[in-house]
């Protein structure tokens, strides 16, 4: 796969269109997504904002691969996603997305740094650099105290601060952020917002789900999620 900022031209680096999931299983089917459709674009943040449940985070997931709609489509850099294989998605991810989830996915044996440059490991990437990056990131969002700790016995902010750093060490043309400031107090989730949006660039589109004022003021387009469904406000 190969992708150029160019051959884009004005359309969105990321389509959602009428996407729809539902969840099957025991006596009732659960379909948090109902009916969104949503556009992003190089050099914009995009904001996903709503009531907890009403779905933000099965998209977030649907539009990183590791959720499959069961209709609608999801067109990211130009290229439709809607009969890759797995193996398609891990090396679309492994090279055009970095993800940071609600819930972060941390190898739970081994120390902060490592899980932050696990995803350098796997791209057999420049570890040397991407270790000093990190520990400079760490510095300044203030968990550099705790890189050598294994991840298990890290407070909840740590952990959120930790999953932003392995997604920021690692920036790709699309950054997916759930909640990047959550369990963080107001100083912190305001140091967050600014380095998050140090990553604004024309050649790369941040999306980010979140219930924070400050983060969502800040959004060049936001959409409201609500039972399911989209609802562009900006």
């Given at each position: 796969m190969s992708y150029s900022s160019g051959s884009l031209d004005d359309s969105p680096a990321v389509i959602g269109r009428n996407i729809r999931k539902i969840f099957r299983g025991g006596r009732v089917d659960i379909e948090p997504v109902i009916d969104v459709s949503i556009e992003a674009y190089l050099g914009e943040l995009t904001i996903l904002r709503g009531p907890s449940g009403g779905g933000k985070t099965v998209i977030m997931n649907i539009l990183a691969g590791f959720v499959r709609p069961d209709d609608g489509k999801v067109i990211i850099l130009g290229k439709d996603t809607s009969k890759w294989s797995w193996n398609e998605w891990n090396r679309f991810r492994r090279d055009y997305i970095s993800y940071m989830p609600q819930?972060?996915?941390?190898?739970?044996?081994?120390?902060?740094?490592?899980?932050?440059?696990?995803?350098?490991?796997?791209?057999?990437?420049?570890?040397?650099?991407?270790?000093?990056?990190?520990?400079?990131?760490?510095?300044?969002?203030g968990v550099d105290n705790v890189l050598d700790r294994k991840i298990y016995v890290l407070s909840g902010g740590e952990k959120r601060r930790i999953s932003l750093i392995r997604c920021l060490?690692?920036?790709?043309?699309?950054?997916?952020l759930d909640e990047?400031?959550?369990?963080?107090?107001?100083?912190?989730?305001?140091?967050?917002?600014?380095?998050?949006?140090?990553?604004?660039?024309?050649?790369?589109?941040?999306i980010i789900a979140s219930h924070d004022l400050n983060l969502i003021g800040r959004g060049d387009t936001i959409y409201e999620?609500?039972?399911?469904?989209?609802f562009k406000v900006k």
């Amino acid at each position: 796969m190969s992708y150029s900022s160019g051959s884009l031209d004005d359309s969105p680096a990321v389509i959602g269109r009428n996407i729809r999931k539902i969840f099957r299983g025991g006596r009732v089917d659960i379909e948090p997504v109902i009916d969104v459709s949503i556009e992003a674009y190089l050099g914009e943040l995009t904001i996903l904002r709503g009531p907890s449940g009403g779905g933000k985070t099965v998209i977030m997931n649907i539009l990183a691969g590791f959720v499959r709609p069961d209709d609608g489509k999801v067109i990211i850099l130009g290229k439709d996603t809607s009969k890759w294989s797995w193996n398609e998605w891990n090396r679309f991810r492994r090279d055009y997305i970095s993800y940071m989830p609600q819930r972060s996915m941390f190898i739970s044996g081994i120390k902060a740094l490592e899980n932050i440059l696990m995803p350098i490991y796997i791209r057999n990437g420049d570890i040397r650099s991407a270790k000093v990056y990190a520990i400079k990131l760490a510095k300044e969002l203030g968990v550099d105290n705790v890189l050598d700790r294994k991840i298990y016995v890290l407070s909840g902010g740590e952990k959120r601060r930790i999953s932003l750093i392995r997604c920021l060490v690692n920036p790709k043309p699309i950054m997916l952020l759930d909640e990047p400031t959550s369990n963080l107090d107001r100083e912190m989730a305001d140091k967050v917002i600014d380095k998050i949006l140090e990553y604004k660039d024309p050649d790369r589109a941040l999306i980010i789900a979140s219930h924070d004022l400050n983060l969502i003021g800040r959004g060049d387009t936001i959409y409201e999620i609500i039972d399911g469904k989209s609802f562009k406000v900006k």
